[in-house]
């Protein structure tokens, strides 16, 4: 069954690879969406996807990268746009303050 997540993850997500490693993820699991860096210092993803594939996600995202830690993920459900594409991608540069 295909779900529509909203994800805020909180720790030490910024300049340490991390939007790259989830992008690769979310492609390897056919999920949709985006990430970004939010101005308060999280990461906030959109995912689209089949459950279990979104719950392998979330776990890929707690393992992140050698220089990550994520501390917190809060997840949040919600009715996509009918402009989500069929891709997941990184909005923004890195050293780029996005606002939610």
């Known amino acids: 069954m295909k779900k529509s ?13 991390l939007r790259e490693h989830i992008q690769k993820e979310a492609e390897r699991l056919g999920i949709v969406g985006s990430v970004q860096h939010s101005a308060n210092g999280t990461l906030l993803i959109v995912a689209i996807g089949e459950a279990d594939n979104l719950e392998l996600l979330i776990d890929a995202i707690y393992d992140g990268t050698k220089k ?4 917190n993920i809060e997840i949040e459900s919600f009715q996509p746009h009918a402009s989500m594409r069929g891709i997941f991608r990184i909005i923004g540069e890195e050293n780029e ?3 939610e």
């Not at 997540?5 to 690879?17: A, E, I, Q, T």
């Not at 990550?68 to 501390?71: D, G, L, W």
């Open 5 to 17: 997540l909203k994800l805020l993850v909180s720790g030490k997500v910024r300049d340490v690879g």
């Open 68 to 71: 990550s830690a994520v501390e």
């Open 97 to 99: 303050e996005i606002a």
